[in-house]
């Protein structure tokens, strides 16, 4: 990830993916609460915060979910900075949430699931993509804002991350989640010039630590769902 020539008219505003969560139960955990970083991922999110202590960090920002806010808690306190709170960095809203719905566990064989999965491309099944795109590009430009000329980091989750980017670079909304280029404790890093993203870049400071069913692309594995909740 290349640093900018320091300019008071350029601004970086990182994108994280939060850690590895304790889910013992494989559920698709969503917007729940209760939901807290295992221990790797305490280990991922000390990992990115040294990876960015040397960085011009002067804004950080989390999902209130509590995933985030501890993914976020080493990159604040490696700055002397408090945490932010977005509602509009949280989670996509997913009528599944609660339930397991992973390979192999007969979830799209249940009529009563039916109903939800009728039409990928809104989605069907949860919030729509439109609209998170328009949450994260608010939640964007306004790190954009509290950090103009050095650098922000905000914590969120890996579909609206997904659905933000693919925006900004002009793909469709609708995807294979299997190829989303969003691994735990990625960065996806967008560059602005001004008030217009010019690049967006992506590095995964913790790729070590990810478990080799969760990275990107990797083969479903029967019994370890990557939509547990992300």
């Not at 640093?3 to 969503?30: A, I, Q």
């Not at 992973?102 to 009728?118: E, M, T, Y």
Request: hydrophobic share 40%; with cysteine; proline share 6%.
């Amino acid at each position: 990830m290349s640093t900018p020539t320091h300019d008071d008219d350029v601004t970086v505003v990182h994108l994280m993916r939060h850690g590895e969560v304790e889910n013992p139960d494989g559920v698709l955990y969503g917007r729940l609460a209760g939901y807290h970083l295992s221990e790797l991922g305490r280990r991922m999110a000390d990992r990115v915060g040294e990876h960015l202590a040397s960085r011009d960090v002067v804004h950080v920002c989390a999902s209130p979910l509590e995933r985030a806010q501890e993914t976020a808690e080493p990159i604040a306190k490696a700055h002397g900075l408090d945490i932010a709170t977005d509602a509009r960095l949280i989670e996509a809203e997913n009528v599944f949430q609660g339930k397991t719905f992973g390979i192999g566990d007969g979830a799209l064989r249940r009529p009563a699931n039916w109903k939800h999965v009728v039409n990928p491309f809104k989605p069907s099944w949860g919030e729509p993509y439109v609209e998170q795109v328009i949450r994260m590009r608010g939640a964007l430009d306004a790190a954009k804002d509290a950090a103009r000329g050095h650098e922000a980091v905000l914590v969120s989750h890996q579909l609206p991350i997904w659905i933000v980017r693919s925006y900004i670079e002009k793909r469709r909304l609708w995807h294979d989640p299997r190829k989303r280029q969003c691994t735990l404790a990625s960065l996806t890093t967008f560059t602005y010039r001004g008030d217009r993203i010019v690049s967006v870049g992506y590095s995964e400071p913790a790729r070590d630590l990810v478990p080799a069913h969760l990275l990107a692309g990797a083969k479903p594995v029967k019994g370890k769902s990557k939509a547990f909740g992300a």
